[in-house]
């Protein structure tokens, strides 16, 4: 009985993939590359925060998925131009910049298994990011907010996603999982806020009769 017990077993839980819906909670941080007007190239630093994913699956291989995310970070720049607060003279210093950001995306996510499940998610959508006055560093100064010359400002993105990971089911209710992944702003809109993401999530799935 053995055998045909546990058949049944793997065969209840492949089939609980399809027509289900899960909310996922995910901490997400890694390495930010952050694009500036001002500097002479792009600044790189680290970022965290948190997403929230819905997902609903019509089969067992794929889920189709909307995921909002709020992340943080500082990038830190080699150079940037500024004109400080009491001096009409440009002058090019190093600074840091803090950044937030909100990110809705949408895409789908193909899943590769059962138990133990490779994922690989793919998504586009739009995000905005808000930029602190930098901090500059001149002359053993730190010049802060209206003394840079550079107020806050938001800018927004197109940004497109990807991610592989590993889930792994706890129970038909439960999975529990962690991906690596990149988001890239396109160019164009606003000056760009790319990531490299690793995050680790706990999912809750349910199966409503829709």
Do not use: C, K
């Amino acid at each position: 009985m053995a055998g045909p017990r546990r058949r049944l077993l793997a065969a209840g839980v492949a089939h609980a993939d399809r027509r289900e819906a899960s909310v996922h909670v995910q901490p997400v941080g890694g390495r930010l590359s952050l694009g500036e007007a001002n500097a002479s190239a792009a600044g790189a630093g680290g970022f965290g925060g948190l997403a929230v994913r819905a997902s609903y699956a019509t089969a067992n291989l794929f889920q189709y998925d909307a995921q909002v995310s709020v992340l943080a970070g500082t990038a830190a720049f080699d150079q940037g131009r500024f004109v400080l607060s009491g001096s009409s003279t440009p002058i090019d210093a190093p600074f840091t910049l803090a950044t937030q950001a909100v990110r809705l995306d949408a895409g789908a996510t193909v899943r590769l298994g059962v138990r133990w499940i490779p994922t690989v998610r793919v998504a586009a959508g739009v995000q905005a990011v808000r930029r602190a006055s930098p901090a500059v560093e001149f002359a053993g100064v730190t010049y802060l907010g209206a003394d840079t010359g550079q107020a806050p400002s938001v800018a927004y993105n197109l940004v497109a996603t990807a991610t592989v990971g590993l889930d792994y089911r706890v129970t038909r209710r439960w999975i529990i999982g962690a991906a690596i992944g990149a988001a890239v702003a396109a160019p164009g809109l606003g000056p760009r806020w790319d990531t490299l993401d690793l995050t680790a999530h706990l999912g809750r799935y349910w199966y409503p009769r829709w």
